[in-house]
């Protein structure tokens, strides 16, 4: 019997769904199949017939019907791109401006924590941000735009020498952190524990690595005219790859800017 076509798994796996996540930890017999989904026997006699065409689910004797070497990787592959697509429906219902995927950022949906704005809290995403850089005790990151808040607590960290602190920004950004906040500038790069490096390339959004070891976190920003309108936290292991891997060739494509000796 052939193999079933792509489009032929992605058709069965979305009528029949609530079957593969059924059997997803254990074997289930039709019995069970019935009492735990609500449904009629013959509808659970159809999805396993169907699902048994496919080579996604066997019968075993001794216990009842379970997913296959292919039903297995099917259904995990499946789950995620829900969770994905959930992640994704939601920022956009919340008018959270929805990175496209063009820079590999889809690892950052899965398993993501969204904070969004709120007609009662528009500067809810910012708020989130800003007190959990503020208690990183390790900060590396590339943002596309300045805001005033960032400079205040990136000033904290560098006044206080309380976390290690490390930024790669676009040409434009560096000049207007020179020019619009001179003072909290000065200081920044005087300061050991904060580094400013500048990068000719771009990203449509903000990127943020916070902690170490098995504390870290990370984050994805949107940012719209108004300011940050939402923020994807993730600490999965898949996330915190992707986001350490574009952090460090932002890294690697930019120029450390020199720190001045410290005035004795």
Not at 189 to 202: G, I, M, Q
Not at 228 to 237: E, R
Request: aromatic content about 6%; charged content about 25%.
């Amino acid at each position: 019997m052939p193999s079933p076509t792509t489009e032929e798994i992605i058709d069965l796996v979305t009528r029949r769904w609530d079957v593969l996540e059924s059997l997803s930890d254990r074997a289930l017999s039709k019995p069970e199949l019935e009492a735990t989904l609500g449904v009629s026997r013959s509808t659970v006699d159809r999805a396993i017939g169907e699902l048994e065409a496919a080579s996604m689910v066997v019968r075993d004797p001794s216990s009842g019907y379970r997913l296959t070497e292919l039903g297995r990787p099917v259904y995990r592959l499946c789950k995620r791109t829900r969770r994905c697509l959930d992640a994704v429906t939601e920022a956009h219902s919340h008018g959270s401006a929805v990175p496209s995927g063009a820079n590999g950022e889809l690892p950052m949906y899965d398993g993501a924590t969204l904070v969004s704005s709120e007609p009662h809290v528009p500067d809810k995403p910012l708020q989130h941000l800003l007190d959990t850089m503020r208690e990183a005790e390790s900060l590396r990151g590339y943002t596309p735009v300045v805001l005033q808040q960032y400079v205040e607590v990136c000033h904290e960290h560098a006044t206080r020498r309380e976390a290690d602190v490390e930024l790669v920004v676009p040409p434009q950004v560096h000049q207007c952190l020179r020019t619009t906040y001179p003072d909290e500038y000065r200081r920044a790069r005087r300061a050991s524990c904060v580094r400013l490096h500048e990068t000719s390339a771009s990203l449509p959004f903000g990127l943020l690595l916070f902690g170490e070891g098995a504390d870290r976190t990370c984050a994805l920003v949107s940012y719209s005219k108004a300011g940050a309108t939402g923020v994807l936290f993730n600490d999965t292991a898949s996330a915190i790859g992707w986001a350490t891997q574009t952090y460090r060739e932002l890294k690697a494509d930019s120029t450390p800017v020199d720190q001045p000796k410290a005035t004795q």
